[in-house]
């Protein structure tokens, strides 16, 4: 077991570039995680990094090791999943990642919920705006709004998810209701959107008479926190471009009101991302499939 922590540990390591990174993923302190490289590198009789004062660069035979040491990692993951499955008792770790939104109202709520039909199954849930990487972050399944940029994942579509733009009637009071997307594009309106660090320029897709037009806006607040943007928008303080579930509540509410309902904005993909080596994880699909049917039946009619 202690070699195949060390395995485990190198592999984080070489995925995340960094000893102390790499650690806090295992939440193992930075000197346990050098201790087991070292062990493992003296049973080798092979150097794995390359060390210098500011990096940690693999060797030659350190690349090469990594893609076994995935196999090897897989293979007991998976014949533990299997084993589980069979004696009905699937076991073991699940890292998942899902956007605040949806996460916040959906995911986390139901996290519970499948820890009580699956007791032996631990999850580890991360909640972000921030476009997250599957490798990076050690992640079994990410569910996402919108395109994958990686074209090496596997992705198992949800829905087409409804999107609205909407303000508050105090702002709608205050400034009037944009008549058509022109509004938007000329910056007469206050527009919030959701900026984090590597995020392309943000545009507003909007079905408009002469087709799909992509409306570049602005306004006074950005944030990368989704509900941040809500909360300013039910303060008056512009428009947002939402899902319509994470806004659906307010809306009954009258505490925001539709804008430009002529000119819609176009649906986003709501799907689920995985790695293809872990599509064969019995866990994992029994974690999917359970999040999917909570998040069909969450939708609004």
Known sequence: MAYLENIRTFVRVYELGSM???ARDQRISAAVASARIAALEEHLDIRLFQRTTRKLNPTEQGALFYHSALRIIEAVDEAEAEIGQ???????????AAPLGLGQRIIAPAVPEFKALYPLINIR???SDRRLDLATEGLDAMFFLGVPEDSSLRIRK???CERILCAAPAYIARNGLPETSDSLASGAHDCLNLRYVGAPEFQWPLRTPDGVRRISVSGPFESDHGDALTQWALNGHGIILKPRFEVHDHLEAGRLVPVLESEPPVPIQMACLYPHKRRQDPKARLLIEFMIERILGAMPG
Not at 88 to 96: A, F, V, Y
């Open 125 to 127: 849930l991360r909640l």
């Open 86 to 96: 069979v004696t009905r008792s699937p076991r073991g770790t699940l890292h998942i």
């Open 158 to 160: 949800i829905a087409d």
């Open 20 to 22: 102390s990174a790499a």
